[in-house]
């Protein structure tokens, strides 16, 4: 069946650094792969996405690279803000559902 | 356009009760998924609708249920409710398909006493 898994599950990092999270997964046929952020006490928001056709994409300081022979894809965010500090998710979205990670709590020490 | 919404927001039950959440998807997308948060446990996939049909289901009792109006409005059902049935509830909408850009709303905190 479909896994995801995360790591770290948490992430301390000096604000101005970069933070790089990543997610394996295990379904061949995934096609897709989004990162959501989850601030306290709110909703989960798309922050990238990415398709399996695509091998890297950016957006600012945020960028997702995907690897799909080893099967991980990986959250990069550059510069790093206090206003970053969330919980990150991962997913892949194969037979029209998403399957998210457990999430990884990062903190951006100001 | 206004966002996915859910109702109630906070929900308060004993075990053994049955609970209705509601969802209002955005105008125009035809996908709902609901998801249950826990803490440690991420987001976990409980079912997909898309025109009045489900479409995938995720692996929770048959306890939980789901169904999807012709307006695209979602309810899920969970009864017989047991104490680790608490958690945030949320549900996400999509124009099409589950894995086209998805929106959540604020979720409906149930707590099961």
């Known amino acids: 069946g479909e896994n995801v898994e995360q790591h770290p599950s948490t992430l301390s990092v000096q604000e101005g650094d970069s933070a790089v999270i990543k997610c394996t997964y295990s379904d061949s046929a995934s096609n897709y792969f989004p990162w959501y952020k989850q601030e306290l006490g709110k909703r989960p928001q798309l922050i990238i996405d990415i398709r399996s056709n695509v091998g890297e994409k950016k957006d600012q300081r945020i960028a997702v690279t995907l690897n799909k022979t080893a099967k991980h894809f990986s959250l990069h965010i550059t510069e790093t803000q206090p206003e970053d500090s969330a919980v990150y998710f991962c997913?892949?979205?194969?037979?029209?559902?998403?399957?998210f990670g457990k999430g990884i709590t990062l903190s951006v020490r100001p | 356009k206004a966002g996915v919404t859910q109702t109630p927001r906070y929900l308060i039950k004993t075990r053994g009760q049955q609970v209705t959440l509601s969802c209002s998807p955005i105008s125009g997308h035809r996908s709902v998924s609901w998801y249950q948060q826990t803490p440690g446990q991420g987001l976990q996939f409980l079912f997909e609708y898309f025109s009045e049909t489900q479409r995938n289901k995720g692996n929770f009792p048959g306890r939980f249920s789901g169904r999807q109006f012709s307006n695209s409005r979602s309810e899920m059902n969970v009864s017989t409710l047991e104490l680790g049935d608490s958690a945030l509830y949320l549900c996400?909408?999509?124009?099409?398909?589950?894995?086209?850009?998805?929106?959540f709303g604020p979720g409906t905190r149930l707590t099961v006493l």
């Open positions: 996400a909408s999509s124009l099409r398909v589950a894995y086209n850009e998805q929106f």
């Open positions: 997913a892949e979205g194969a037979n029209s559902k998403l399957t």
